[in-house]
């Protein structure tokens, strides 16, 4: 399969932004990573589904986020699956990003497990 370059944004309101385009943005998360059309519709699958998770409308319209267990608990949940954006994020990556990524593992990933690979 053909494997093109395309940039992964990563920001709290869009995530699910794959681009051919660099966006020349100092504000913006983003990552460089080379993929086939397949992989690609899977990362944004899975970037949908996390997005998806943390704009749920239960949680907008009622008082869940009182709820500390709850919270604590969808908090778990929310970076666990940002966690596998991550680690498929570093998979694709072109070695550029494989090394900005390893240079911020203690802040970009948990600590759920050792290796982003």
């Not at 997005?51 to 604590?72: C, G, I, K, P, V």
């Not at 970076?79 to 998979?91: A, C, P």
């Amino acid at each position: 399969m053909d494997k093109q370059i395309y940039y992964v944004n990563l920001n709290p309101i869009s995530m699910d932004d794959v681009t051919t385009t660099k966006i020349d943005d100092s504000e913006l998360i983003q990552f460089e990573i080379e993929a086939s059309a397949h992989e690609i519709k899977e990362l944004k699958t899975l970037l949908s589904e996390v997005q998806a998770h943390d704009m749920e409308l239960q949680d907008l319209f009622t008082f869940r986020h009182f709820n500390e267990e709850y919270t604590d608990d969808d908090s778990r949940e929310f970076q666990h699956g940002l966690d596998h954006v991550y680690k498929r994020i570093y998979e694709l990556g072109t070695h550029k990003t494989r090394e900005d990524m390893e240079s911020m593992r203690p802040t970009l990933m948990s600590n759920e497990d050792e290796s982003p690979s």
